[in-house]
Structures are given as C-alpha cells and as structure tokens.
C-alpha cells in the first residue's frame, strides 16, 4: 500500500505513506488544487516557531506532559531548521482564517513526534495534533502570529537590499556630481542640473522608502498569540500568555511583545495594509527611477544617450547588437506586481468580519510574495545594472549648454518677456541661448560668462 487511512471528524481520509501530514491535510489537498503555490519557507519556519514557543509555554503552565512537550519541540525545531518541508502541502489559497496551513503544521509536528517517541506516523494515541500540538491556541491567534514573524524576517531582507540600492544611487551621485546636464520638467528642456543631483535624489527616495517599512514593521512585533479563537483566550491556563511570547521572542530573535488589546488583533489586519502600503510607496519610487533610467539611457543614436546602461544580454532576437535595458524593465514589473499586490491587501483587510478577519492567507501570500520579489529586484538591480551605469559626458555638456532653459536665468536682466522671446528664437533658429544674448547684445561675453556659468547655476 502507499497510503494509509486516517480518520477525523468527517471520516476516513487516504493519506500518502510517507507523508507527515494527516487527514486534514489531505483534504485540503483535495479541496485546493487551485495555484500550485505553497507557503513561503520563512513562513513555515514562523508557523514552527510559533508550535516550538506554545508547546514551552504549555509545559511551563504544567498543562502539557514534558515527554511529550519536548518531542514536540524537538519536532518543530527540525521544521524551523528547514526539513520537511516539502510535507507542507496546502495551496496558499485555502479555507479560510489558514486553517488548514495550521493543520499541515499541526499533523506535520505530531507525526515527527511520535517517530521521536518510538511511534508510527498517524499513531495520535501517542501525540494528536489537536489535543497536544494545537494545545492552548487557534488558527486566529497561530496564524497572524506566524505571519508577522515571517514577515519580520523577510522585512529584515528587504531592508537590507534597499540598503545595497541606496549606497550604489549614492556612489553614483558622487562620480557624477561635475558632470553638467539639462534638466527637463514635462519631458521638455528646462534648467541645467547635475547628472549626480538626480542620481543623488533617486538615493534619498530610497532611504526615505526605507525608514517607511521599518516603522511599518515596527508594529509587527506586537502580537495577538494567546488570544484563541475570538481574544478571550478561552482553553488557556493562567500565565500562558506571558509565558508564550516570551519563548517566541527568545526564539525568533525579535522583541516580540503581547498585543494591548488580544480582541483587536484578531479582528485587525491594519498593520498588515500599512506595512504594504509602504512596500507598493517604494515600488512606486523604483518605478519611476527605472523609467528615468531607460530614458536617459536611450539610444544609442536617436535616443537622448546620456548614460549607458551595462549590456547584461543580446537585446533582440532579430535586431543584430540591439542591447535593451532589461534590469530596469524586470523591476519595473517588479514594481507593477508588488502594486497589484497591494490592492488585494487593501480589499483582504477591509474583508474582516466581527471577530475575525478569514483572508488572512491572500493578505499574506501578496505582502511575502511583494517582499521576496523586491528584495531580489533591488539587490539585483544594483548590482547588475547602478553598479555598471556610465555618463555620456560629452552630450550631457552639449545639453546643458543648448538647453533653452538657460533663458531662466535672464529674467533678472531683461524681464520674462523678453527671455521668453529669446526662448523661442533660440528654438526656430536652432541656436544657443548664449549665442543669441551676444548677437543682441543684451550682455557683455564677460557678463553673459559670469551668468551661463553652469556649475555655478547648480
């Protein structure tokens, strides 16, 4: 045979032989063949944290056998070390609230167990995944226990990345700083600026997108663990709450601390909506960067060729040395997900209802997926693309010297009026500013010198 019949509370249940998952994990199975998509390892490894914290807890209360306990704990430390994992086996669309992501750790950690114990898998006599695994908690408090410490580690990853991003802009803003340029506002020539101030400006729009998410993540640390099912923390002995978040602090490495009020933390996913809301505000900045990007790296002939952008592969299938700029359109689609992400965030977290809101599987799934994919991007994105980024000197000069936004800076010595005409005859006589000034004899060369100087303009 290569299954074995379970039963639970609908009946009997084929599970595959060697499967440390039970009946209820099968049936989920069964029931969400849906995206192919399982959880995210940070959040199987928070979910086994959470098992590992409660089964302490419990033995410290004195309400869990310490044989037992200790199986337990050894179990979900093994799961927290990354084995079997391939035994969590729900699809992240699933029942509501994640029960059945629970019960895929709850069978996964009792069939361990009792293999620690000396038992056969599916012997619940010696280890039940309910009564023992499951003891002193609900989906509604395991759940968004588990998602705000996975999210607080794959939040510490994405810090990290920006991090990598920011210092390469940075860099970049100091090798470029004498490198003179035109600006442009509406995509039209507008005043001279440096080549390092925008690069220099896409850096601080990193920082600032940074300090965002930490404060967002901030929140993160506070958790409803202990509540049960509703917050009351009905089947929970005395001190368990303490007792519990302070194992999952020591064990996951955050200051994790008990939620102020434990019917708001199952009722509320707000922290959740923020912290994505910060993350699709960060995407939204890198968008435009990379847009920037592609622009000014235009070209090579007929674009505006004022930085090159590293060649990472052929650019076309047919068009022989075409190059593309395709690190900054990978994260431009990066960026466009993590924003689709946010909006099903946005409509998970007003979907909660009374006590509990059930979409917490969809909220998680888009905020993990948004972090994992952007904290690739971004690493990748410096490394592979900032890092090579060189100036076209010579046209960014040549831009900043024929810009007609240099017009700017006769206002104060002819009126806006009369710069304003030479604007335009500079346009339809396609020449200087500077050119035009002296043929009018508007200003002296020394004087017409002394205000066209560009490195002084910026």
């Known amino acids: 045979m290569n299954y074995r019949v379970e039963r639970d509370t609908l009946g009997e249940v084929r599970v595959p032989f060697d499967a440390y998952y039970g009946a209820q994990t099968a049936r989920a199975v069964e029931n969400f063949p849906i995206s192919g998509m399982r959880a995210h390892p940070h959040f199987i490894r928070a979910t086994a944290m959470v098992k590992y914290a409660a089964a302490k807890a419990n033995m410290e209360c004195g309400v869990l056998d310490k044989k037992l306990g200790n199986a337990i704990v050894e179990a979900a430390k093994e799961v927290m070390d990354g084995k079997w994992k391939t035994h969590f086996v729900v699809d992240v669309f699933q029942a ?60 510490r990853e994405l810090l990290h990345s920006i991090e990598i991003l920011y210092k390469a802009f940075k860099k970049k803003s100091t090798r470029f700083n004498g490198i003179m340029k035109s600006g442009r506002t509406h995509l039209q020539d507008a005043v001279p600026v440096r080549l390092g101030q925008e690069f220099g400006a896409y850096a601080l729009s990193l920082k600032k997108g940074k300090k ?3 404060e967002s993540l901030k929140a993160l640390r506070m958790s409803g663990l202990g509540a049960t099912a509703a917050g009351t923390g009905m089947n929970t002995p005395g001190g368990y709450r303490k007792s519990v978040i302070n194992h999952l602090s020591r064990i996951s490495g955050f200051e994790v601390t008990g939620a102020k009020d434990f019917f708001e933390a199952t009722q509320s996913m707000a922290d959740f909506a923020n912290l994505s809301s910060s993350i699709k505000n960060l995407a939204l900045e890198i968008t435009r960067i990379c847009n920037d990007l592609r622009l000014m790296s235009s070209g090579p002939r007929t674009g505006l060729a004022e930085i090159n952008l590293p060649p990472v592969q052929p650019g076309s299938s047919i068009m022989p040395g075409k190059v593309n700029p395709v ?52 690493a990748l994105f410096a490394v592979r693309c900032v890092d090579g980024i060189t100036a076209n000197e010579a046209v960014c000069s040549n831009y900043a010297e024929k810009t007609v936004g240099l017009a700017t800076v006769l206002n104060l010595h002819v009126g806006y009026n009369k710069a304003a005409e030479i604007s335009k005859k500079a346009v339809r006589e396609n020449k200087t500013i500077r050119e035009l000034v002296l043929e009018e004899g508007l200003l002296s060369k020394e004087e017409i010198d002394t205000m066209l100087d560009i490195k002084n303009i910026t």
């Open 96 to 155: 509501g609230a994640g029960t059945s992501h629970n019960m895929n750790a709850n069978e996964v950690i009792a069939n361990r167990a009792i293999e620690i114990l000396g038992g056969k898998r599916g012997e619940y006599t010696l280890i039940h995944p309910n009564d023992h695994v499951n003891m002193s908690q609900s989906t509604n408090d395991t759940f968004p226990s588990s998602m705000r410490i996975a999210t607080l580690m794959l939040g």
């Open 212 to 214: 965002k998410i930490e």
């Open 327 to 378: 690190m900054a359109e990978a994260l431009n689609m990066v960026a466009f997900q993590v924003a689709g992400n946010d909006h099903t965030v946005s409509m998970a977290t007003q979907a909660g209802q009374l006590e509990l809101n059930v979409m917490m599987p969809v909220i998680n799934h888009n905020i993990l997926t948004s972090m994992e994919i952007l904290k690739n991007g971004l």
